[in-house]
């Protein structure tokens, strides 16, 4: 199903997925508080981008003079929206501590934060400028799993890939 043509939107959907995969680990993780209350930070965050990229839209529409390239990010979202989904059609029962590590520490290496940082710029507004500086940044983000892969994963090979985040 072909998701929205404007690339705020579509994007904004996408960082919603984010959030549903990181919800999802939450509640997997419900018998862990602190592991819980982890991936609900985590989730919180993608849901705020989903919202900021909405914002941004909402900004965009209200400016004649600004538009946003619909080129932009073209022929990404496809891809990243499927592998997203491939990741929430999993049964969770198979979802281990470090696997949630390992399919967080994909999407965070992915190129989807460039793609929302540029976003986020395109408007070319100034108040574009306030909104980047808006919710949590993802290289925020990517500290707090290397802080929390350090501290939960056992599996070696996630734990150096937190470490080349
Ligand atoms: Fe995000």
């Known amino acids: 199903m072909p998701g929205p043509q404007d690339p705020l939107e579509r994007f904004s959907e996408i960082e919603k997925l984010v959030s549903r995969v990181y919800f999802r680990f939450s509640h997997l993780f419900l018998n862990d508080p602190e592991l819980r209350d982890f991936w609900w930070q985590m989730a919180k965050e993608e849901e705020e981008h989903s919202s900021i990229l909405l914002a941004c839209k909402a900004l965009v529409d209200s400016h004649e003079s600004a538009k946003v390239d619909p080129g ?94």
Do not use: C
């Open 72 to 165: 932009i990010a073209q022929g990404k979202a496809e891809r990243i929206e499927e592998q997203l989904n491939a990741y929430l059609g999993r049964g969770t029962a198979s979802i281990t501590v470090d696997e949630a590590f390992r399919i967080a520490l994909d999407i965070e290496g992915s190129e989807l934060d460039a793609i929302y940082s540029r976003l986020v710029k395109s408007s070319e507004l100034e108040i574009g400028k306030t909104m980047e500086h808006v919710g949590v940044p993802a290289s925020v983000q990517r500290r707090k799993l290397a802080a929390a892969v350090r501290r939960f994963a056992t599996d070696p090979e996630v734990r150096a890939s937190a470490e080349a985040l």
